[in-house]
Nanobody, 125 residues
Framework: QVQLVDSGGGLVQAGGSLRLSCAAS????????MGWFRQALGKEREFVAA????????DYADSVKGRFTISRDNAKNTVYLQMNSLKPEDTAVYYC??????????????????WGQGTQVTVSS
């Protein structure tokens, strides 16, 4: 199993940038596809981005395409989410997630097996 620790959230003005990190423990990190989800207050958890085990394939929600970039460093057991041109509607708790033993991307929360504890991102207008 992979244990995940999210970090990098904070308060930023609209138009600003943040980079989230997700540090994973466990020897199988490099064989897992990884994803980022977010959950705003009073709303359901939604897909943001995902990356395949090698980093060769990525997928983004339409709402963040062109503004967010997901990447991974398998040598450091870490996945990143670079968020640029942030908008107030990006405000949410962001969670990274791992697909244990599965290398391809997915968009539904139930397709992920392990979750980080979440990191708050707040974008002020």
């Amino acid at each position: 199993q992979v244990q995940l620790v999210d970090s990098g959230g904070g308060l930023v003005q609209a138009g600003g940038s943040l980079r989230l990190s997700c540090a994973a423990s466990g020897r199988t990190f490099s064989s897992n596809a990884m994803g980022w989800f977010r959950q705003a207050l009073g709303k359901e958890r939604e897909f943001v981005a995902a990356i395949s085990w090698s980093g060769g394939s990525t997928d983004y929600a339409d709402s963040v395409k062109g503004r967010f970039t997901i990447s991974r460093d398998n040598a450091k057991n870490t996945v990143y989410l670079q968020m640029n041109s942030l908008k107030p509607e990006d405000t949410a708790v962001y969670y990274c997630a791992a697909r244990y033993g599965k290398g391809w991307t997915a968009r539904l929360p139930h397709e992920y097996d392990n979750w980080g504890q979440g990191t708050q991102v707040t974008v002020s207008s």
